[in-house]
Every structure is written in C-alpha cells, then in structure tokens.
C-alpha cells in the first residue's frame, strides 16, 4: 500500500508541477527512456567489445554458449510478471488498491520461489554435467545472475505497471555505465573479472531497484491470483520464448555442431551490428506509445499505416547506407580492432543483412501488438523459428560451417520480414499495390546497396596487408556514399527529413 500511494503522490505531484497533459507526460517519457536506451546500450557494447578482444573467440564463445542459459532460464515465471504489468494499470483505474497490493506481493513471491529453483537447478548441474572449465565458472556466475534479473525484472515490471518510468530510464543508463566495470576488471582479472563485473551490473540495478521502489517485501502465496496472473501472461511469455528461439537457434546448433570458438568467430555479427540495432529498437520505443495513442483515438487499424510504413523507408534508406559501409570496411575493422576474429569476417558479411531485415521488421511488429494480434506475431515467430532450424542445420551438415548458419539465419529473417509486413499492412486494409510498394522500397535499397558493395569489392579489392588499404577503403566508401546520394536526397525530399528532426512533422 505504501508503494501504491507513493505511486499516486508522484504521479499528482508531476502533473501540478508540470501542469502536463497524459499526452505529454508520454512524449517526455518516450524521449527519457529513449536516451536511457542509447547510453544503456552504448554501455553494453563496450563492455562486449572488450571482453571480445580480451578473452579471444574460444572463452567468448563460451560465454555467448553460457548466456542462452541466462537468456532462457529468466523466462520461466510462467508469465506471472507479465500478468502483473498487464493488470495493475487495469486495476489502478478502477482504484482497486487492495487487489493490487494482492497481486504485487503474489507475483513477487512467486518470482523468488522461482528464481531461487532456476539458480539452485543450474548450479547444481555445474557439479553433475561434464564441461570445460571456462563454461564451469561462467554457469555458477550466471546462476547468482538468474536470481538477480528474475528480482530486478520484477522490480522493472511494477515500474513500468506504475508509469514510474522515470525510474526506468535511470535503471537502464545506471545499467550501461555499471556495464563498464567488466571493462576494467578483464584487464586484471579476465573471464573471471568480466562475469563479476556482470554480476556486479545486475547488483546495483537489482538494489537501485528496490531502493527507488520503496516496496515493503511481504510474503504473500494466493493460487486464485497467482492462476490468474498465470492465465493473462502465459501467452505473453510465449511469444517472448518464441522470440528468443528464432534469435538463438542459430548459436544452439553451432554449439552443438561445431565448438565453442565457432561460436565466437560468428557472434563477430552480432557484435558488428549491435550499434545499428541500438537505433532501430530505440526508433521501436520511440514509435510504439504514438501507435497505441493513435489507435485509441481513431480504433481503426487503417489510421496506423503511415507508422510502418514512413519508419520503415526512412530507416531501410538510412541503415542500409551504414551497412554497405560497414560491411566494405569490416576487414579493416576487425583487424585493427578486433584481430583475433578475422575468420569471422564472412560469415559477419552475411549476418549483417540477415540482422538488418530482423530490425526493420519492428514497425509491423508494433502494429500487431497494438492492435491485439499477438498469437498471429506468435505464430510468425515459431514458424520462423523452425525455418531458421531448418536452414541453419542443412546448412551445417553440409559442411558450410558458421557462413552457412550466418546464410540460413539470414534468409530466415528476410522471411520473418516479409511476412511480418505483409501481414501487417494487410491489417491496415492496404491494397496489395501499396505493399508492394513499401517491399520494393526497403528491399530495393539494401538490395541495390548491397550489389554496389559486392562490386566494389570485386573489381577494387581490398588487401588488409596492403600499405594503400586505408586510401582504397576510403575510395570504395566514397564511391557507395556517391552511388547512394540519390538515395538521401529522394528520402530527404518526400519524408521532409528536416522538419522531422526540428519536431515540425507528423506522421
């Protein structure tokens, strides 16, 4: 009751001092937890990028093996958080404050009883199962790891339930920045310091949390509730599985096909890319609360089109610039950055347009969501999934090896991209012309974008051992930015680029 009421008092006291309306108080929030995104994420990719370069592609792939573990055991609340989130802004507005303490002590039982199982049951496999050394330690890190996020989730969950967002940006940058002591202890200390300094990260969000909260834990265990809470987010955390399957199946099977250092010389992609996909998950955030409000004001799916589709060929015509840049200098790059991850690089070329067509898909992954079709976007996500399956172990028992699972995975979400849209868009009553418009937009940059960078490389190729591979680097740069001009310029001209930025545009 004591959090509930200070909920109340902050949220009163902002808007008397603020005098803003709901409509603002969303804007400012989308921008706080935006910039929250971008410094929380700049944060981790440092921290990644030195464990990388420090650890080398072996105990890094261990440590990418080690984190699905991470990744699928935080997943196993049975939607009991996601049920939380769902119902306490219901039960807020019809000033139920009783069932919401009910629910929020329940839920936070529940997720303890559950964490303490999933830490205890992975920890104990460390002693039971054979394995290396390397993937040993990291195990029993990540079972303090799996209790921390299940809390620190939890703490997150009533955050956002409670509009505390606030909170929630300072989280996430507090987050990014604590990110960086791994930074500083792999020097000295190596794996053993970048898994304390990711222990570390999750400690002090884990007490921030419940610092800011001002939650009075009380044990609470009710099996009507908790039934519930069960029923409304068990689909939640489906989808969220799903997501995480059709993201990782690549990994799985490379872990099991081939090793751990495979893995590493392949999550040279993910690595690559992450900085672009910072921009593309915080244009995400940026645009989901507009869809939501927009719906609400009109309920008509049809008013939602130009969100997926302005979003869309705006990112696809800027992010596929970026891509062919990379994607030419990437050599370069990883030798002098990176230079223990060289025989990632092909299978790094692949990936980066796979990942590509994953992030632009966002936009029509907002539609769905807002408009309640999420066991569509569930099934899209399993039946993506079992292709990513499908093609990544063909292509591995063919023996092409990590650019084959790169290859498959890429062509995977092409498919998720493409169906995702077209589903969408077939939401928003688009006739089919118009569809095939903003497909042939996206895929007609990064396709056109892509054959320039192939065929730069291959009459102007580029030898990394070469005294003049800076100048030609810059030559084939110069040349795609001029190829791509037009590109800009179109995109500039019909979206009004400028008056976007100025904040004079809506879409």
Known sequence: MKLLTRVAERAKMRQKQRGKGVREQVVEHVAKFSLASLVGGMGS???????????????????????????YGVNLHLGVQNGMHREIPILRGKKESGQQATIIDVCFTFSFVIALIVSLGILFSTFIITMGPELRISLRF???MVFLQYISGFYGSLFRATNEFDIVSKVTVIGGLASLFSIILIFFFGLLGFLGGQLIRLLIIT????????????????????????????PIMLMIFAH??????????????????????YSLGTLIFAP???IFSTSNSVMYPRFAEQYGKTGDPRSLKRYITVPMEVLSSAMAVL???????????????????????????????????YAISGMAGNMLLTINKQVLRLWILLGSALLNFGFSFVALKLGYGIEGVAAGTSIAYFLFFLTISVMAMKYTHAPPKETGKLLTHVLGVIFYIGI????????FSIDVRSSHVVVRIIINELVLVACSSYIIYKL???????????????V
């Open 45 to 71: 990719f440092f921290s990644n990028y030195f464990a990388a370069l420090l650890l080398g592609p072996m105990v890094w792939g261990t440590w990418q093996g080690a984190k699905l573990v991470l990744q």
């Open 142 to 144: 990540i079972a303090i």
């Open 207 to 234: 007490c921030y949390s419940y610092w800011k909260s001002s939650y009075s834990i009380n044990w609470h265990w009710d099996n009507k509730v908790l039934k519930s809470l069960i029923v409304i987010g068990f």
């Open 244 to 265: 995480i399957i059709f993201t990782t199946i690549d990994r799985l099977l490379i872990l099991k096909f081939l090793d751990a250092e495979s893995l590493g010389f």
């Open 276 to 278: 672009l996909f910072i």
């Open 323 to 357: 891509v062919g840049a990379i994607y030419i200098a990437l050599p370069l790059l990883t030798k002098v950055f990176l230079p223990k991850y060289v025989d990632g690089v092909p299978a790094a070329r692949i990936l980066m347009f796979g990942l590509f067509f």
């Open 452 to 459: 320039i960078a192939v065929l730069l490389l291959t009459f």
């Open 492 to 506: 500039i001209q019909r979206h009004r680029i400028v008056e976007l930025i100025r904040g004079r545009w809506q």
